[in-house]
């Protein structure tokens, strides 16, 4: 069975610094890319960052520069490093893997976490 379990959100000030990460169970972790996608209530799930199996890392425009995505292959695990954040960061984050490639598309994932909810204040 498998299973995406995120864990890091919680409530910080602008500004300041997040570390989101994403457990994988059940899965060849390195056969998949591992993403971010967060919403926020009433709007769409949107991509944030990527990380396919070749450690090429893709990022939504806006997000380029402050957020950071990371796997470690040997655990099992995918990190989102958010820095700077600001209030409109604020959203339930989920981590999601699909086979190999990442692509900004939340219909191409198979699998998804549970979420974790970031609210940023200011």
């Known amino acids: 069975q498998v299973q995406l379990v995120e864990s890091g959100g919680g409530l910080v000030q602008a500004g300041t610094s997040l570390r989101l990460s994403c457990v994988a169970s059940g899965v060849s972790f390195n056969r998949y890319a591992m993403a971010w996608f967060r919403q926020v209530p009433g709007k769409e799930r949107e991509f944030v960052a990527g990380?396919?199996?070749?450690?090429?890392?893709y990022f939504a425009n806006s997000l380029l520069g402050r957020f950071k995505i990371s796997r470690d292959n040997a655990k099992g695990t995918a990190s989102l490093q958010m820095d700077r954040v600001k209030p409109e960061d604020t959203a339930v984050y989920y981590c999601?893997?699909?086979?190999?490639?990442?692509?900004?598309?939340?219909?191409?994932?198979?699998?998804w976490g549970q979420g974790t909810q970031v609210t940023v204040s200011a």
């Open positions: 999601a893997a699909r086979l190999f490639h990442v692509t900004r598309s939340m219909s191409d994932y198979e699998y």
């Open positions: 990380i396919s199996v070749n450690w090429a890392g």
